[in-house]
C-alpha cells in the first residue's frame, strides 16, 4: 500500500454520541478512536489520494463495484480488522472492543437508572433504512434499456440482480466473449444510474421514523452502515429527513471489508461495546454477521421470508411492532458473562442419614 501523507491529530476527530451530523461538510473529518487510539490506515490513504479511477457523479466519487457486489459476512471466528496507532499495528476484534469498551464507574451508575442509554442501535441502509430494491430494479432496466438487452423476469434472475455481484448478472446477459473488455464501462454506468434514482428517493421505510424518535428520546444512540461513498449517504440521510437520528455512519471511506466489520466500526463510533449493539437487518447474512460481533439481531421481514430469518432474535413485519420494551428484552437474561464458556458445577449427593435408636426414641 502507498504510504500516505502526514495528517495532524487536530483534523481527526470522534463523532460525538449525540452530535448530529446534519452540518456534514464536504470536508469530512477523519475518525481517531479516542479511547482505544486507532486509525484506519486505508482511510487516510484513500481520502488524501482523491483518485479519479473511476468516475463521479455529481462531483462525487464512487468505487462501482461496492454497489453490487456479495460482501462477506465477517468474524467468523471473532476476529477483527487491523488499525493503526503510534506504537505500530493493532488487531481490534470482537473480544478486544468487548473489553475495551466496558462502561466507566459513572456511566454504570448511569445505566443503573437509564438502562436503555446502554444499548446502542445499528441500521443497515439497504431496505433497513430505505427501499432500495426499487432503485437497484430501475437502474438494472434502464441499463437495459440503454444497451438493447432484456432481462429475464424469474425469481431466479430477479434476487441476482438484488443481492448477487453486478459481474454475473452482466456476464449471464450483457456481454459476449469478444465484449469482455465493456465490463468496467457497464459497471460505472450502472452505478451512476443507481446513484440518479437514489437522489428521488425521499421516504424512508414505513415506520422508522417514529421508531427512531421513540430511540432518540430514550437517548439510544444510532449508526447507519452501508458500502455506499460517505456525501451521498449523508445527503440520502438528509432528503429523508433522517439526519438528526443518527450520530455515527459507516460507509466505503471507513475502509471496512466485510459486514461484521462494519457493525464493529460503528460500535466503536457509537462507543458502545458490540455486546451492548442490536443491529436491525433484513438479510440472513446480517444476521449471521451480528452474531459473530456478539450482537442482538433485530430482521425486518420482507425481502426475505419469515423463515430465512428464524436465527434472528426478534423478527417484525415492520418498525410499528416495535417499541423501546422489546430492547431491554433482547437482554433480559443476558447476563455480563453473556457467550462466555462457563464451568459445571456437579455437586456431590449429601450422604444419607443414619438412623439409630437414638433419634427414633
Not at 185 to 207: F, H, V
Request: hydrophobic share 40%; net charge neutral.
Amino acid at each position: 500500500m502507498a504510504s500516505s501523507p502526514s495528517i495532524s491529530s487536530s483534523n481527526l476527530q470522534l463523532h460525538h454520541h449525540f452530535q448530529p451530523f446534519s452540518s456534514f461538510s464536504s470536508n469530512v473529518p477523519l475518525l481517531k478512536f479516542k479511547r482505544l487510539g486507532l486509525v484506519k490506515n486505508r482511510l487516510v490513504a484513500r481520502c488524501s489520494s482523491g483518485s479519479d479511477e473511476f468516475g463521479s457523479v455529481n462531483g462525487y466519487q464512487f468505487t462501482p463495484n461496492k454497489l453490487f457486489m456479495r460482501e462477506a459476512i465477517g468474524a467468523e471466528y471473532g476476529e477483527g480488522f487491523e488499525t493503526f496507532r503510534a506504537d505500530g499495528p493493532l488487531k481490534v476484534d470482537v473480544d478486544y472492543l468487548n473489553e475495551k469498551l466496558q462502561d466507566s464507574f459513572l456511566k454504570r451508575i448511569r445505566y443503573a437508572m437509564k438502562p436503555d442509554e446502554a444499548y446502542g442501535l445499528i441500521f443497515s441502509w439497504d431496505n433497513v433504512v430505505a427501499d432500495t430494491r426499487v432503485v437497484k430494479r430501475k437502474a438494472w432496466k434502464q441499463l437495459a434499456s440503454e444497451e438493447g438487452k432484456d432481462i429475464p423476469e424469474d425469481r431466479d434472475t430477479q434476487r441476482l440482480m438484488l443481492y448477487g455481484g453486478a459481474d454475473q448478472v452482466l456476464h449471464k446477459h450483457f456481454l459476449s466473449d469478444e465484449a469482455e473488455n465493456e465490463l468496467d464501462r457497464l459497471k460505472s454506468r450502472l452505478s451512476q444510474l443507481y446513484y440518479d434514482n437514489l437522489l428521488k428517493l425521499e421516504r424512508p421505510k414505513e415506520g422508522l421514523k417514529d421508531w427512531l424518535e421513540a430511540v432518540n428520546t430514550a437517548c439510544i444512540p444510532c449508526a447507519v452502515v452501508s458500502s455506499y461513498d460517505r456525501r451521498n449517504m449523508a445527503e440520502a440521510l438528509e432528503r429523508l429527513g433522517l439526519n438528526n437520528y443518527f450520530q455515527a455512519i459507516v460507509t466505503e471511506e471507513d475502509g471496512m471489508e466485510s459486514i461484521a466489520h462494519r457493525f464493529l466500526s460503528a460500535a466503536v463510533k457509537l462507543d458502545r461495546k458490540p455486546s451492548k449493539c442490536v443491529v436491525f437487518e433484513d438479510d440472513p447474512r446480517g444476521v449471521t454477521a451480528a452474531h459473530n460481533c456478539t450482537m442482538m439481531a433485530v430482521a425486518l421481514i420482507g425481502a426475505h421470508p419469515a423463515y430465512d430469518l428464524g436465527q434472528a432474535d426478534l423478527a417484525v413485519a415492520n418498525y410499528n411492532e416495535l417499541s423501546v420494551i422489546n430492547l431491554r428484552r433482547l437482554f433480559a437474561n443476558k447476563g455480563s458473562t453473556f457467550m462466555d464458556l462457563q464451568k459445571q458445577i456437579i455437586e456431590k449427593t449429601p450422604p444419607k442419614r443414619k438412623l439409630s435408636i437414638d433419634t427414633i426414641f
